[in-house]
C-alpha cells in the first residue's frame, strides 16, 4: 500500500460527485459545495439527491434483492466482500487522500485507523457470515415421530446506512460490510460534510462487479432532504445510524410509521476515571489519546477526566504541558492535531469555550483558535483545551462538545468516582486507570456504558458487542451483533 503525499491529488478535484443508483453514477439537479477544513477552499460540487432520486435508489436495492444478488450463497456473497477489502487496499492512496482533503485529519491517522478499517470491515465480515451457525432443537411430537427446529439467517431486505464525518470511511463500512455479508442491499448515506470516500467505495463496488442496486449511494443533508426522505421511506426495512442523539430521535420519528427495525450509535459524555495506583505515564498518554484524538472528534472520546485527589494536580499539570505542545497543522505536515470539520462546528465548540469561562471553570490552557499566517487562518483549527473547576452540573460537564477539550475534577473514593462518571444522560464509553487489578474490573463492571476500557482506550476487536446505553443508542453492531441485526432469523419446523 502506497502512503499518499501532498502531491497526490484530491480524487475528484474540480467534479460533480455523483450517486450510485441502481449501478449507475448519476449527477443531476441540486449541488452542494465539498469544502476542505484546512483552508476553507471548495474541493468539488456533490450531486445533492432529491425525494425522486431517493426513491430510485430505493427501489433499485429493492430489485436486487430479487435479483442474482438473492442466488449467491454466503461464500460467494463473502468472496465478493474481500474483493472490495483488497481494491480499497489496492486504492489505498487515493482512499487516504480523498478522506484527509474531507476531514483535515492527520495522514498518520487517516492511513493508520481510518482507511485500513474500511477494508478491514469487509474482511471481518466475509469471514464472520462465512462462520456463523444456525440453531437446531429437536423436539418430541405426540406420536412419537418428532420434529426438527433449525433456523435460516435471511436478509432483512433494503437497509439504509447513515453514516456521521468524524470517522466517515470506518462507520459507513462498519455497516455496509455486515449488511451486504447477510444478503441485504444497501442505500448509504455519507455525511454531506463527507461525500468523498463514499463516493470511492461506490468505484470500487462497480469495479468489483457488484450486481446493480446492491450498494446504492445518496449524497445530501440531513433535514427536509436526504437524508428524511431515506428515513423515512416506506420500502426501507431497517436502518443502521451513527451520529448525533437528538438526530437520532428524529429519525425514530421518520421511521417509526412504517416500523423499520433501527441500530444507532449516538454521542457521547464520555468519562475517564484515574485512580493514584495507576502507572502515571500509561494514564497521561492514554487519556491525551482519547481526549485530542481526531480533534476530539470520536464519539469515544474522553470529556470529563475524574481523578483521584492526591494525583489530581499533577495529573493536570502533565496533560496541560502536553497539550500545549500539541503541534496543530494541515494532514501533511506531521501534526498532531488538524482542523475541526467545519468553520460552524468550530464555532460550536468556541461556544463551550466561552461557556466555560461563563460557568466560572478554569482554562489550564488553549481555550481559543492558533493564528497561523497563511492560508490556515481560513480553515476550522482550534487549540487544543483543559478546563478545570467548573460544577458537576454545569452544562459543560454535560452536553456533548466534540471537540479537543476536557474538563478534569478530583475524587476521593471509588464510590465516588463511579457515582460521578455515570451522572449523565449518555453511556458510550469509558476509560478507567488503575494498577490494582481488583479495582479494575469492580469499576469497569460498575460504568454505565456499553464499553469499558481498562488501562487504555480505543482498542478495538470487531467481534466485541460495540454501542451505548442511555442517550447513546440502541442496539449493539459487532461481530454477531451485526449479523443479527442486518439478518432476520427464521425457523423452519420438520416433523420427522
Ligand atoms: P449528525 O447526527 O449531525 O449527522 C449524522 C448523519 O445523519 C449525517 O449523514 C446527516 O446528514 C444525517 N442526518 C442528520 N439529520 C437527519 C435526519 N433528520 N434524517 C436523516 N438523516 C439525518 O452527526 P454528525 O455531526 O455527523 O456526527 C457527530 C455526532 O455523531 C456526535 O454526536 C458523535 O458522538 C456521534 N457519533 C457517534 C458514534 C457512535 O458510535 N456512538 C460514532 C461517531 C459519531
Ligand atoms: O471502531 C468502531 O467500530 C466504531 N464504531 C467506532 C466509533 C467511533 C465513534 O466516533
Given at each position: 500500500m502506497r502512503m499518499p503525499t501532498e502531491a497526490d491529488a484530491y480524487p475528484f478535484a474540480d467534479q460533480q460527485l455523483p450517486c450510485l443508483v441502481g449501478g449507475e453514477f448519476v449527477r443531476q439537479g441540486r449541488t452542494f459545495d465539498n469544502v476542505n477544513p484546512v483552508n476553507g477552499v471548495v474541493l468539488a460540487t456533490v450531486t445533492e439527491a432529491d425525494a425522486a432520486l431517493v426513491d430510485r435508489a430505493v427501489q433499485a436495492a429493492r430489485g436486487a434483492l430479487r435479483g442474482p444478488w438473492a442466488r449467491l450463497s454466503t461464500p460467494e456473497r463473502c468472496a465478493l466482500l474481500r474483493k472490495v477489502a483488497e481494491r480499497i487496499e489496492q486504492r489505498f492512496a487515493e482512499f487516504v487522500s480523498a478522506e484527509i482533503a474531507d476531514t483535515g485529519k492527520t495522514l498518520q491517522q487517516a492511513s493508520s485507523l481510518d482507511i485500513p478499517r474500511g477494508a478491514a470491515n469487509f474482511r471481518a465480515y466475509a469471514d464472520l457470515a462465512l462462520t456463523r451457525g444456525s440453531e437446531c432443537f429437536e423436539m418430541g411430537t405426540p406420536d412419537g415421530r418428532g420434529a426438527l427446529n433449525y433456523s435460516v439467517h435471511k436478509p432483512v431486505g433494503v437497509v439504509a446506512v447513515i453514516a456521521p464525518w468524524n470517522l466517515p470511511f470506518l462507520l459507513m463500512t462498519w455497516k455496509v460490510a455486515p449488511a451486504l455479508a447477510c444478503g441485504n442491499a444497501v442505500v448509504a448515506k455519507p455525511s454531506e460534510e463527507t461525500p468523498s470516500s463514499a463516493a470511492l467505495l461506490a468505484q470500487v463496488m462497480q469495479e468489483v462487479g457488484m450486481p446493480p442496486g446492491v450498494f446504492n449511494l445518496v449524497h445530501g443533508f440531513g433535514p427536509r432532504s436526504t437524508g428524511e426522505a431515506l428515513v423515512s421511506h416506506p420500502d426501507v426495512n431497517a436502518i443502521a445510524f451513527t451520529g448525533e442523539s437528538a438526530t437520532g430521535s428524529a429519525i425514530m420519528r421518520g421511521a417509526a410509521d412504517s416500523v423499520k427495525a433501527l441500530s444507532f450509535e449516538l454521542g457521547g459524555k464520555n468519562a475517564a476515571v484515574v485512580f493514584a495506583d495507576a502507572d502515571f505515564e500509561a494514564a497521561v498518554g492514554g487519556t491525551m489519546r482519547s481526549v485530542f484524538s481526531n480533534c476530539g472528534q470520536?464519539?469515544?472520546?474522553?470529556?470529563r477526566v475524574y481523578v483521584e485527589r492526591p494525583l489530581f494536580a499533577r495529573f493536570v499539570e502533565a496533560l496541560a504541558q502536553r497539550a500545549r505542545r500539541l503541534k496543530i497543522g494541515g494532514p501533511y505536515e506531521g501534526a498532531d492535531l488538524g482542523p475541526l470539520i467545519s468553520r460552524a462546528h468550530r464555532e460550536k465548540v468556541l461556544s463551550y469555550y466561552r461557556l466555560a469561562r461563563e460557568e466560572?471553570?478554569?482554562?489550564?490552557c488553549g481555550g481559543g483558535v492558533p493564528s497561523f499566517g497563511d492560508e490556515r487562518d481560513r480553515g476550522a483549527f482550534i487549540e487544543p483545551t483543559v478546563v478545570c473547576g467548573l460544577a458537576e452540573g454545569s452544562r459543560c460537564v454535560k452536553e456533548e462538545i466534540f471537540g479537543p477539550v476536557c474538563h478534569l475534577a478530583p475524587f476521593d473514593s471509588e464510590d465516588e468516582a463511579v457515582r460521578l462518571a455515570n451522572d449523565t444522560r449518555y453511556g458510550l464509553a469509558a476509560a478507567v486507570w488503575t494498577s490494582n487489578l481488583q479495582r479494575a474490573h469492580r469499576v469497569a463492571r460498575q460504568m454505565e456504558v456499553g464499553i469499558a476500557w481498562v488501562n487504555d482506550w480505543y482498542l478495538r476487536d470487531l467481534r466485541t458487542p460495540f454501542g451505548g446505553v442511555k442517550l447513546s443508542g440502541i442496539g449493539r453492531e459487532g461481530g454477531a451483533h451485526s449479523l443479527a441485526f442486518f439478518s432476520e432469523p427464521m425457523n423452519i419446523c420438520v416433523k420427522l
Amino acid at each position: 500500500m502506497r502512503m499518499p503525499t501532498e502531491a497526490d491529488a484530491y480524487p475528484f478535484a474540480d467534479q460533480q460527485l455523483p450517486c450510485l443508483v441502481g449501478g449507475e453514477f448519476v449527477r443531476q439537479g441540486r449541488t452542494f459545495d465539498n469544502v476542505n477544513p484546512v483552508n476553507g477552499v471548495v474541493l468539488a460540487t456533490v450531486t445533492e439527491a432529491d425525494a425522486a432520486l431517493v426513491d430510485r435508489a430505493v427501489q433499485a436495492a429493492r430489485g436486487a434483492l430479487r435479483g442474482p444478488w438473492a442466488r449467491l450463497s454466503t461464500p460467494e456473497r463473502c468472496a465478493l466482500l474481500r474483493k472490495v477489502a483488497e481494491r480499497i487496499e489496492q486504492r489505498f492512496a487515493e482512499f487516504v487522500s480523498a478522506e484527509i482533503a474531507d476531514t483535515g485529519k492527520t495522514l498518520q491517522q487517516a492511513s493508520s485507523l481510518d482507511i485500513p478499517r474500511g477494508a478491514a470491515n469487509f474482511r471481518a465480515y466475509a469471514d464472520l457470515a462465512l462462520t456463523r451457525g444456525s440453531e437446531c432443537f429437536e423436539m418430541g411430537t405426540p406420536d412419537g415421530r418428532g420434529a426438527l427446529n433449525y433456523s435460516v439467517h435471511k436478509p432483512v431486505g433494503v437497509v439504509a446506512v447513515i453514516a456521521p464525518w468524524n470517522l466517515p470511511f470506518l462507520l459507513m463500512t462498519w455497516k455496509v460490510a455486515p449488511a451486504l455479508a447477510c444478503g441485504n442491499a444497501v442505500v448509504a448515506k455519507p455525511s454531506e460534510e463527507t461525500p468523498s470516500s463514499a463516493a470511492l467505495l461506490a468505484q470500487v463496488m462497480q469495479e468489483v462487479g457488484m450486481p446493480p442496486g446492491v450498494f446504492n449511494l445518496v449524497h445530501g443533508f440531513g433535514p427536509r432532504s436526504t437524508g428524511e426522505a431515506l428515513v423515512s421511506h416506506p420500502d426501507v426495512n431497517a436502518i443502521a445510524f451513527t451520529g448525533e442523539s437528538a438526530t437520532g430521535s428524529a429519525i425514530m420519528r421518520g421511521a417509526a410509521d412504517s416500523v423499520k427495525a433501527l441500530s444507532f450509535e449516538l454521542g457521547g459524555k464520555n468519562a475517564a476515571v484515574v485512580f493514584a495506583d495507576a502507572d502515571f505515564e500509561a494514564a497521561v498518554g492514554g487519556t491525551m489519546r482519547s481526549v485530542f484524538s481526531n480533534c476530539g472528534q470520536v464519539c469515544l472520546c474522553s470529556e470529563r477526566v475524574y481523578v483521584e485527589r492526591p494525583l489530581f494536580a499533577r495529573f493536570v499539570e502533565a496533560l496541560a504541558q502536553r497539550a500545549r505542545r500539541l503541534k496543530i497543522g494541515g494532514p501533511y505536515e506531521g501534526a498532531d492535531l488538524g482542523p475541526l470539520i467545519s468553520r460552524a462546528h468550530r464555532e460550536k465548540v468556541l461556544s463551550y469555550y466561552r461557556l466555560a469561562r461563563e460557568e466560572h471553570g478554569e482554562i489550564v490552557c488553549g481555550g481559543g483558535v492558533p493564528s497561523f499566517g497563511d492560508e490556515r487562518d481560513r480553515g476550522a483549527f482550534i487549540e487544543p483545551t483543559v478546563v478545570c473547576g467548573l460544577a458537576e452540573g454545569s452544562r459543560c460537564v454535560k452536553e456533548e462538545i466534540f471537540g479537543p477539550v476536557c474538563h478534569l475534577a478530583p475524587f476521593d473514593s471509588e464510590d465516588e468516582a463511579v457515582r460521578l462518571a455515570n451522572d449523565t444522560r449518555y453511556g458510550l464509553a469509558a476509560a478507567v486507570w488503575t494498577s490494582n487489578l481488583q479495582r479494575a474490573h469492580r469499576v469497569a463492571r460498575q460504568m454505565e456504558v456499553g464499553i469499558a476500557w481498562v488501562n487504555d482506550w480505543y482498542l478495538r476487536d470487531l467481534r466485541t458487542p460495540f454501542g451505548g446505553v442511555k442517550l447513546s443508542g440502541i442496539g449493539r453492531e459487532g461481530g454477531a451483533h451485526s449479523l443479527a441485526f442486518f439478518s432476520e432469523p427464521m425457523n423452519i419446523c420438520v416433523k420427522l
